[in-house]
């Protein structure tokens, strides 16, 4: 089954990026690259951006409800989702799941596999915490990042 998504783009991006850096060294030459690696496709997702379908008044929600809203949004690329992707996907960001209460949709309480909002934004606020500092070393020079 062919990646999709997030991971889809992001393993298929990787692999491009590879195969240049191998024919800039005169090892083999670089295949014609297609698809998510340069920006063909249903639409540019930005991974954890997704994770807009969590509204801010709902502080833990379940994984196979994320799951179900990225699919309804996307379903080109999210359609085929469960919890277990969703789990899968997070944890790269660092965003660790674990026991949440709900209710499902017949009114019964449960306690299944989910995450809480807080942890998401979180991970948000460190990933683009990693995309700034660059620009800081850049514009500061090396040794601005390192507490001087």
């Known amino acids: 089954m062919p990646e999709t998504g997030v991971i889809g783009a992001a393993a298929e991006y990787e692999r491009a990026a590879d ?5 800039d060294r005169g090892k083999r030459p670089v295949r014609k690259v297609h698809g998510h690696a340069i920006g063909e496709g249903p639409e540019a997702h930005t991974g954890m951006d997704d994770l ?6 709902e502080e833990r929600v379940w994984c196979e409800r994320i799951a179900a809203r990225l699919g309804e949004r996307w379903p080109d690329v999210y359609g ?37 909002r807080a942890d998401v934004v979180a991970a948000i606020t460190r990933r683009d915490a990693g995309r700034a500092a660059p620009a800081l070393r850049t514009a500061a020079g090396p040794r601005a990042c390192i507490g001087s």
């Not at 195969?19 to 024919?23: C, L, P, T, Y």
């Not at 674990?98 to 306690?111: A, F, K, L, Q």
């Open 52 to 57: 807009g379908v969590i509204p801010a008044a």
């Open 19 to 23: 195969q240049a850096r191998r024919a």
């Open 80 to 116: 085929e989702w469960g919890g277990a992707q969703v789990t899968s996907a997070l944890k790269p960001w660092g965003v660790e799941t674990g026991h949440v209460w709900g209710t499902d949709s017949d009114g019964e309480g449960r306690n299944r596999r989910g995450i809480t």
